[in-house]
C-alpha cells in the first residue's frame, strides 16, 4: 500500500481533492494520478500545489468515455477509487441524463476496464441508496435500495453493476456508502458553503419546507481517514457503509452558520424539494469492526473550522459565477 499506484476519478471535485490531499500527506510514497472531466465542479485549483510540483498527474478524462480512459489505464494501477459523478440532487430533478452518464455510464466504463487491466477498484456510493429512513430505522449494508431522486436511483444503479461484477465474474470490487460530508473546498452550491456565501451577503437564506430534514455530518478528512484504513487492507467483494452519527436538522446547521459568521439574513422558508428524504441512518458497525473506530469530530468544532476556511479563501464563491452555476440559480431558487 505504502508505495502504490493508485488512479482517483474526480479527484478534482470536492471529497476527490480531499482524499488526494490526505492520501499524499500520509501516504509520502504512493503515487497519485487522477482523471477528472472538469464538470462545473471540478476544479484542478482544489489540488493547487500538488499538480504544480507534480506530486499527482492529471489526465482530463471523462469516465463514461471508453476510449479516453483505455488510454489513462495503460499506465498501471493498484487501486480505481471512483469519486467522480454528478452529486447535486436538485440538478437531477432538471437533467436525469446527465446523472445517468456520468454515475451509472461512467461506472460500467470503469468497471469493464479494471476487469480488463486487472485493477482491484472501489466505488464510492452513497447512504441516499437506502431512501429515506424512519425513526426507528438503521439501515446495514443488506438493507434493500429504494432511492427517491435520480441522483440516488444513478448511484444505486451503479451499486447495482458493481454487485453484478462480483457475482458475474468475481471481480474485485468494493462499495463505500457514505453520509453527508463537509469541509473545504466543496462546491459552493451545496448548502453548507452556499449558506455562508449568502450570509456574508446578507441574502435570505432558502430553506427547503420546514427545515426540519435530518442529516448525519461527517467532516470530509475523517471521511478520508477511514478510506485510507480500509484500502491498506481492501475488502475485496464487500459493501461498507461509513456514516457519522451527528444528526442535525437543516435548520439547527443554518442556525450554528449564522451564529459562526455573525451574518444577519433572514431564513426564508420555500416550498420543499419533490420527494426531498427526511432522515437518513446508516449502521457502520460493519467498517468499525474490521477496522477500528470511526474518528468524527464533533459537527460544532467541525462547522468553526469549516466556516474559517471558506472565509479565508473567499475565492472560491467565484464559481458560483459560471454559467452553469449562474443559471441553475436562476432556474431553481428565484422561480419558486
Ligand atoms: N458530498 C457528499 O456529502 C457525499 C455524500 C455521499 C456520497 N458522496 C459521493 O462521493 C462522490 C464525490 O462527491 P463530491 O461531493 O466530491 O462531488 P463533487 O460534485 O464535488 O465532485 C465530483 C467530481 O467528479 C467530476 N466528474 C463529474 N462527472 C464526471 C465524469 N463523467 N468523468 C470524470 N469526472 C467527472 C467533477 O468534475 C468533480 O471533480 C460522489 O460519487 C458522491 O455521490 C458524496
Redesign the pocket.
Known sequence: MADSSILV????????SNFVRVLAEQRPQARITV?????Y???TDNLGDLLDNRRVVFFL????EYEGMREVFHNSYDLVI???????VDRSLYNTSSFV???VV?VDVLLALCREFNVPFLQ?????VYGPAGEKDCFTEEAQLKPSSPYAAS?AAADLLVQSAIRTFGQDVAIV??????GPR??PE?LIPYFIHLLQQGQPLPVYGDGLQKRCWLHVEDFCSALLKLIADFPSREIFNIGATSEYTNLEVIESLIRLTGGRSPVNHVADRPAHDRRYWIDSSKFIARYGALTQRDLRSGLESTVKWYLDNPRIFERLGGNEAQSFEQSHYHHQ
Open positions: 476519478c474526480g479527484g478534482c471535485g470536492f471529497i476527490g482523471a477528472d472531466a472538469l464538470s465542479a471540478g476544479y478524462r471523462n469516465i463514461a471512483n469519486f467522480a459523478a454528478e452529486t447535486h452518464r456520468a454515475n461512467g464510492i456510493s452513497t447512504d441516499e448511484k456508502r457514505t453520509t453527508n460530508n463537509y466543496q462546491f451545496k
